[in-house]
T-cell receptor, first 111, second 114 residues
């Protein structure tokens, strides 16, 4: 069974204090690892897709990396508007378009 | 392009009733997936439709059903509602982004069962 585990469950940072969120996965045949951002009461917003170990992608203060067992979302010099829940999901060979999600990391950035 | 739209945005029902939720995908997207999101379980996959056919289904009871129309719009139905069905129901449509297929989510329908 495909499993996705995110840590920590919650993270509180001061503005400008860089950190990383972790997503570890156990799947049979990875066809993509996805990062989403979700604000309260809204649907998840797509951030990145990573397909192979060693791949990295960046967007503003966010950088996602992928190894064979886990992915990291690095947040550099965060701002209060980066506060949200960050979700990691995987797509596998057996699941068509289906995504299996972790439970997310709730990030709070204080000014 | 317009994003994924879902209607209604909020619903209040009582136990035993049934409910139908609607989803319009991004224009040109043929795959629509439904997810249930609760604080305890997170996002859980319900089912996926592609070209009017269900091609994948999650571990939910038969009270949860769906369909897709020829214009790719999709509906999901929950019959005999239970208190535990209270959740945010999310619809996602799949399209190609540089490098591969990506799911784009709608704003969700918040269902409260009393």
């Amino acid at each position: 069974e495909d499993q996705v585990t995110q840590s920590p469950e919650a993270l509180r940072l001061q503005e400008g204090e860089s950190s990383s969120l972790n997503c570890s996965y156990t799947v049979s045949g990875l066809r993509g690892l996805f990062w989403y951002r979700q604000d309260p009461g809204k649907g998840p917003e797509f951030l990145f897709t990573l397909y192979s170990a060693g791949e990295e992608k960046e967007k503003e203060r966010l950088k996602a990396t992928l190894t064979k067992k886990e992915s990291f979302l690095h947040i550099t010099a965060p701002k209060p508007e980066d506060s949200a829940t960050y979700l990691c999901a995987v797509r596998t060979n057996s699941g068509y378009s289906t995504l299996t999600f972790g439970k997310g990391t709730m990030l709070l950035v204080s000014p | 392009k317009a994003g994924v739209t879902q209607t209604p945005r909020y619903l209040i029902k009582t136990r035993g009733q049934q409910v139908t939720l609607s989803c319009s995908p991004i224009s040109g997207h043929r795959s629509v997936s439904w997810y249930q999101q609760t604080p305890g379980q997170g996002l859980q996959f319900l089912f996926e439709y592609f070209s009017e056919t269900q091609r994948n289904k999650g571990n939910f009871p038969g009270r949860f059903s769906g369909r897709q129309f020829s214009n790719s719009r999709s509906e999901m139905n929950v019959s005999t509602l239970e208190l535990g069905d209270s959740a945010l129901y999310l619809c996602a449509s799949s399209g190609m982004l540089a490098g591969g297929e990506t799911q784009y989510f709608g704003p969700g329908t918040r269902l409260l069962v009393l």
